[in-house]
């Protein structure tokens, strides 16, 4: 069966207090990153030397999701950081190919995210490049808005794709996931879920991280069943 993963994202943590707040998700399987520059997306957060801090200290692998332009060239630099995985955006490479064997040259593992109205078909035959395909649920660039439901057609023909060609790519989705929308992504064949506000926002994040992991690997045991 396809793992379960949950990854909560620190946009939604206090930034002032990062260090504790990594610890309140040790049982998370990584913690995702948010990486904006002001014109990819119109938000800005932390650049690299911050990110290797986070590195340095989070008790959970980290994977990076970089919402900035010219990905080609920097974000390499993430993976030479000892990032565990690093996705970037396919609308910001010229050569999402290269960049994707680039981050697995060095030690990472290449993960590529598209917006809400890019098609997935046109990266069908690089998919054995990647590791993760990044699915977005909302446009980039800010936490807590609502899941876009009209993105689900995609994950459908990206997890047919993936089966059908026996590549082990995981479907990560990102944007909206709560303890209601887990189970339609999944549904649809997300298998690793990125969750700011609902993890972050929770009394307890833990265990809101543990019901949402409870609900996404009961609805993919189900899938397969
Ligand atoms: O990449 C992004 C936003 O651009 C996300 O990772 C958000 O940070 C997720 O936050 P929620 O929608 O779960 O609150
Ligand atoms: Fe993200």
Known sequence: MTQC??????????????????????????????????????NLTIGLPVVQRIQAVSPVPLDAHLMIADADRWAPGFAD???????????ASIA???????????GSKAGMA?????????????????????????????GGQAFLDITLPKIRRARAA???????VAIQV???ITEETITRAAEAGANVFVAGSAVYGADDPAAAIDRLREKGARTLRSATE
């Open 174 to 176: 990102d944007g909206g």
């Open 114 to 142: 598209l917006r809400p109205a890019t098609p997935v078909e046109p990266y069908l035959d690089m998919l054995p490049e990647l590791d993760m395909l990044l699915i977005m649920t909302v446009e980039p660039g800010f």
């Open 81 to 91: 950081a000892g990032l565990a995985s690093v996705t970037f955006h396919a609308e």
């Open 96 to 106: 999402p190919v290269k960049l994707a064997r680039e981050l697995r040259s060095r």
């Open 162 to 168: 993936i089966d059908g060609s026996g590549v082990g």
């Open 5 to 42: 993963c949950i990854n909560p994202s620190i946009l939604s943590a206090d930034f002032v207090n990062l260090e504790a707040e990594l610890q309140r998700i040790s049982n998370a399987d990584a913690v995702h990153v948010d990486v904006m520059d002001n014109h990819f997306v119109p």
